[in-house]
């Protein structure tokens, strides 16, 4: 079980850890674009950006098939536990290392999680105190379902 997630800078963590909020959103690539190129921009002018960290999904079932009950469980179980490795976290929430692991290792890709390193321990951390999903629906769309009453 090789994880590929680089770890994180002493620097990187504290910044983390000084965030409280993560904020979820469902862009595009090319909505995701623009918004780093305007925010380049905007710091090229000397104009404050929001710095807060954000995760985008490129579309709703990415986000849904990532942040699915088991895994919210699971990142709330870290919170409220602590525990002080992948092992320790399997039996907080009553299920397979292996999966745990699986698990904990896509959500440090995404930046959701990072590891704190103790030998040959990792110990899981969530950062943040509140995750924000925010959803954008276009008005435009052409959606022609119509809501049941």
Same mark, same amino acid.
């Given at each position: 079980m090789n994880d590929t997630t680089p770890p994180l800078h002493p620097m990187e963590r504290e910044q983390l850890r000084a965030e409280s909020t993560l904020? +979820?959103?469902? $862009?595009?690539?090319?909505? *995701?674009? =623009?918004d780093v190129t305007d925010g380049i921009e905007a710091l090229e002018r000397g104009d404050a950006v929001d710095s807060t960290p954000t995760l985008s999904f490129p579309s709703y079932d =990415? @986000?849904?098939?990532? !942040?699915?009950? &088991?895994? !919210?469980? !699971?990142? #709330?179980?870290?919170? %409220?536990?602590?525990?002080?490795?992948? /092992?320790?976290?399997? &039996?907080?929430? =009553?299920? =397979? +290392? $292996? /999966?745990?692991? #699986?698990e904990l290792s896509r !959500?440090? %890709? @995404?930046?959701?999680? *990072? *590891? #704190?390193?103790?030998?040959?321990? $990792?110990r899981p951390v969530v950062w943040f105190d509140e995750l924000v999903i925010n959803l954008t629906f276009d008005p435009n769309a052409d959606d022609t379902a119509a809501a049941a009453p």
């Open positions: 904020v +979820v959103t469902v $862009k595009s690539s090319d909505e *995701f674009h =623009d =990415d @986000l849904m098939a990532t !942040l699915t009950p &088991r895994v !919210l469980d !699971l990142i #709330e179980a870290i919170r %409220q536990e602590g525990p002080a490795s992948i /092992n320790e976290t399997a &039996r907080v929430v =009553d299920r =397979d +290392v $292996k /999966n745990v692991h #699986e !959500l440090a %890709q @995404l930046g959701i999680i *990072f *590891f #704190e390193e103790d030998g040959q321990c $990792k």
